[in-house]
């Protein structure tokens, strides 16, 4: 009996030591549990913290490329700007100075054309042909250079190309209004008229 009663009080104590080193399992696997989940927070802690910084430093990035990219925009429109500005420039620069030399050309134009209706009616046919030939000349450059003759000759009379110098009774009715004589030919420019043709027009 005594013995029973041993046995059973040995059982005992090896099922309390059983149970108290299980608690302590239970509690060092706690104690692991709560340590490794503290380090995960940790661990999430630090890794948001460093996801903050880089979406920052990326939003900075892009606001700093934003700014470059506008300033580039900006340059290259106002060199764009200034690049057609010039190449207008220069090509008005090149109409004016033309212009300039084709209007003093004008006067020996009319004056090879008064010299050529004098010999024709000479009998120096030599001459008059020489003369030609050089007129044509350079009447053909003023030509490929931009310059075209009004013709003006029983014409409307028109006051966008026409000058009137006098008025004259028209021999009939479908001649009012209209150019009766040309005094000095007009010529325009590239479609712009640089001299107006001086007219007689009937009444």
Do not use: W
Not at 150 to 170: G, K, N, Q, V
Request: aromatic share 6%.
């Amino acid at each position: 009996m005594e013995n029973n009663n041993k046995n059973n009080n040995e059982k005992t104590l090896s099922d309390e030591n059983i149970n108290l080193d299980n608690d302590k399992e239970k509690d060092d696997k706690g104690k692991k549990n709560k340590n490794k989940s503290k380090k995960c927070d940790k661990q999430q802690n630090e890794s948001q913290t460093k996801f903050d910084e880089l979406e920052l430093k990326n939003s900075e990035l892009e606001a700093k490329y934003a700014d470059i990219n506008d300033k580039y925009i900006r340059l290259f429109s106002e060199f764009d700007n200034y690049r057609k500005r010039a190449a207008k420039e220069r090509a008005e620069l090149f109409k004016t100075a033309s212009e300039d030399i084709i209007k003093k050309m004008l006067p020996i134009l009319d004056d090879f054309e008064r010299a050529l209706q004098i010999m024709k009616k000479s009998d120096n046919k030599a001459d008059f042909e020489g003369i030609t030939l050089i007129y044509n000349k350079l009447k053909t450059m003023l030509n490929q250079n931009g310059l075209e003759e009004i013709h003006a000759m029983d014409a409307e009379f028109d006051t966008d190309e026409h000058e009137a110098l006098t008025s004259t009774p028209a021999p009939d009715e479908s001649k009012k209004g209209k150019v009766l004589d040309v005094i000095q030919k007009g010529y325009k420019l590239n479609g712009k008229v640089i001299r107006y043709a001086r007219v007689v027009v009937g009444s």
